[in-house]
Each structure stands twice: as C-alpha cells, then as structure tokens.
C-alpha cells in the first residue's frame, strides 16, 4: 500500500483513500528536530493522568526533588518540580530526546536539566546526592511519623536526632498523636492494600448503616484514583437529607472505639461556615466540616498482619459532610494532591472563581455557584470532566 501511495503521488495520480485534509496535514510535518512532538494543556485539570504512564523514571527522579524541597519547606521549587513531572506522566509516549519537549509547559531549566541527564545517563547526580544525604533521610523518617510535620523534624535534626532510635533514647516530649505514630510506625509506613481498604469500608459502612440508616459512606483519595496502595484510607460520610449528618462522626467514632477498632482518634468539629469563612455575602447556609484522624486496628482476617502479628495498624481519615457540600467535598477529597492545587489555579487564574472542598464562588457574579456531582462543578469551570482514574497527576 505504502508503495502504491508514494509511486501514486510521484505520478502525479489522485490518490482517492487520503481526503484533503489528511494530505494537508502530512504535508505539514517537520522534522523531527524542528517540532515539539508532545503537546499538553497547561493545567494538569485540563489533562486526563492515568496511574500508568510511559515516563516513570523522569517523573520519579524529578518528584524526588519535589519531596526535597517540600521537606525544606521550599513552597516554590516543590511545585515547579510537581508541575514538570505531572507533565511527563501526561505524555502519550516515552521520551528518548530534550528536544522532544520544545513547547512544553511547566519544564523549567532546572527540571530540564535534571531530564536531560536521566536521558543520558540513566540518572541524575543532584537526584543521587539528594537521595543519600543525611538530611533528606532523616527528615523522611521523622516526619515519617504521624503527627510529626516538617518544622518538628527539623528541630530535632538541629538537636541531633536524625532517627527513631535517637528519638527513643532522648528525653523528648511527643504529643498523643506521635506517640501513637511512634509507637505503630512500622505498620504505618507499610503500604495500604486494596484488600485493607476494602476491609475498612466495609466495617465503616456496617457502623453507619446500623447508626444511621440512610447515610452514605464513600471511599475517596488514592483509591478512588485506581490506586491498588496508599498511605491511608480517606472517607466521605453524608445523609441526602441535609442536616441530618449532624452527630454522625460522633456516633459512628464511639461506635468503632467500643469494638476495639480504633487505636488513635482525633476528631476535630472542622467548622466552616460560608458566611464567615467565604469569600462572599453570608449564605443561609451554616454547615459545618468534621473530621477525624485515626489509627484502625485491623485484625487477622480483616487484613494480612506482618508475620507473627495479629493485627496491623492503618491510617484512616473519616470527614463528614453535608449532602449540599458533597460533591465539592468528593471533588477536593478524591485528589491527586497536585490536581487539587491545579483545579484551584485554574479557577483562580483562569475564571475568577474560588473553589474549595466546600463551594465554588464566582467573583465577577459575586454568588455561590451550587452543584450536586462533580460533573457540574467541572461544568460551571468551563472545563472537561475528567474521572478519578485520569486525575493521577
Ligand atoms: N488533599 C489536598 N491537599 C492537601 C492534602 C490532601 O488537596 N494538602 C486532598 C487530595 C487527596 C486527598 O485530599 C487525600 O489526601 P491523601 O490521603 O494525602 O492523598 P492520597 O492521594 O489519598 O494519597 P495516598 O494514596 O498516599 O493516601
Ligand atoms: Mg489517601
């Protein structure tokens, strides 16, 4: 076929199979060098991500960088390098040259730099010493603990604990929810199956439904993603009467603490009202966010406990919201974290809204505007709906 097509054309005889808008665009093509052969959307809420993508190791080396400099509290330089590999994971195909990336949003000159050698070299010097130091590790382990963020961690490097045993052996208080991180680290920085997770909502469901008849549990974060691991488990709990979730966290907590289910909790009444917290006028609405941060005791047969243990410990986040928030709740709960920050961007930037898990506010119409799923919050955006298994950013 390739052979008749090209004497075809030598020929100068119509070629009938290629209309002329596929001729046009054959024509067009330059060489390799010249063009950028990828291209993609400047905000990663334009992009479908799947989990699976061709470039894993440019992103791995440039998220890396990004945990580096979110462990320094280096706010900029964590979000370049973010943008740069969400970049990567949204490419078609694999790269094999720079020059494939003329035109890309998001590579900045460091992020380009640190592709350039992984390309060459098969790695990245600054990604290599960033990965050996003595900081980075130490701050990885310590804030490896629940309860215990960057600002912590670093106070403790300044006094010269760099790990869990230095930790122990020193005289330093730690607060309830680092003792329980401590005292569960091993479990808690195992990866969080599938299996767990499904586990886990079926016991949550079980304690809701039986609490309160009507109410809807739904899993959220990385798993809604497609993730078969992650660091916790995430839940939205609601009733569709609004205002009738009101004592539900309260409830369903006792609930899981009598049966023995629970080895930390925290609950927090997380309470945001339009009126007050909104960047507009006040609203009739005043509901209110809560959420609770807690350790599950999974046991044998709920989950795979570390060889001569009978239960495992698992991080499980549990927020309870009003049916008229939930699907700003479901939106800014289901992630990827660079994602959220992105759809924000956007709304920002590009559309002069505010969005935040609880509403969506339009400032040049000075109104709230309401939604009941995800599909219209991406609506009132002005952007494609993108699903949970393609927000992997
Ligand atoms: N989230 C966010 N911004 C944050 C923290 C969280 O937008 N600073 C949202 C996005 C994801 C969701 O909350 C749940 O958070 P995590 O559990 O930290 O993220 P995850 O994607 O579920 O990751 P993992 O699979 O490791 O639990
Ligand atoms: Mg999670």
Redesign the pocket.
């Known amino acids: 076929h390739v052979h008749w097509f090209t004497e075809s054309l030598r020929a100068g005889r119509p070629v009938e199979i290629l209309d002329r808008h596929t001729l046009t665009k054959t024509s067009q093509i330059k060489p390799a060098e010249e063009t950028c052969s990828f291209t993609v959307p400047n905000y990663a809420c334009q992009r479908r991500t799947q989990l699976h993508h061709h470039n894993p190791s440019l992103s791995d080396a440039l998220t890396l960088l990004a945990e580096n400099a979110e462990l320094n509290e280096d706010d900029g330089r964590a979000v370049a390098f973010r943008r740069a590999a969400a970049v990567l994971k949204a490419l078609p195909a694999e790269v094999t040259s720079v020059s494939q990336l003329k035109g890309l949003p998001c590579l900045g000159e460091h992020s380009l730099r640190v592709i350039k050698d992984v390309l060459k070299d098969g790695s990245c010097s600054e990604v290599e010493t960033t990965k050996h130091s003595q900081r980075f590790n130490a701050l990885k382990v310590l804030t490896g603990i629940f309860g215990v963020g960057v600002k912590t961690a670093d106070r403790w490097i300044r006094d010269g604990i760099f790990n869990l045993q230095q930790l122990r052996e020193s005289q330093t208080t730690l607060n309830r929810a680092q003792q329980a991180g401590l005292d569960h680290y091993e479990d808690l920085n195992q990866p969080?199956t599938r299996a767990d997770a499904d586990s886990i909502t079926e016991i949550v469901q079980e304690a809701v439904s039986s609490l309160f008849p009507g109410a809807q549990v739904t899993l959220?974060?990385?798993?809604r993603?497609g993730?078969m691991?992650?660091?916790?488990?995430?839940f939205l709990l609601t009733h569709p009467e609004e205002g009738r979730e009101e004592g539900l966290m309260d409830k369903v907590v006792s609930w899981l603490d009598s049966q023995g289910l629970l080895l930390y909790q925290k609950t927090s009444r997380n309470s945001y009202l339009e009126s007050r917290d909104g960047p507009g006028r006040p609203s009739s609405n005043m509901d209110r966010f809560e959420r609770c941060f807690a350790i599950f005791k999974l046991s044998r047969g709920q989950t795979s406990p570390p060889a001569g243990h009978q239960w495992r410990a698992v991080r499980v986040?549990l927020v309870v919201t009003p049916i008229s928030q939930f699907a700003f709740a479901l939106l800014?709960?289901?992630?990827?974290?660079l994602f959220?920050?992105e759809l924000r961007r956007w709304a920002g930037h590009e559309k002069a809204m505010s969005l935040s898990s609880h509403a969506l506010f339009d400032k040049t119409q000075k109104r709230y505007l309401r939604a009941s799923s995800e599909e219209e919050i991406f609506t009132h955006l002005g952007l494609s709906f993108i699903p949970p298994s393609q927000r992997n950013a």
């Not at 959220?220 to 798993?223: A, D, I, R």
């Not at 800014?332 to 974290?337: A, D, L, V």
Request: no cysteine; charged share 35%.
């Open positions: 969080v959220t974060g990385g798993f993603r993730k691991t992650g660091h916790d488990v995430d986040d800014g709960w289901t992630g990827s974290k959220e920050r």
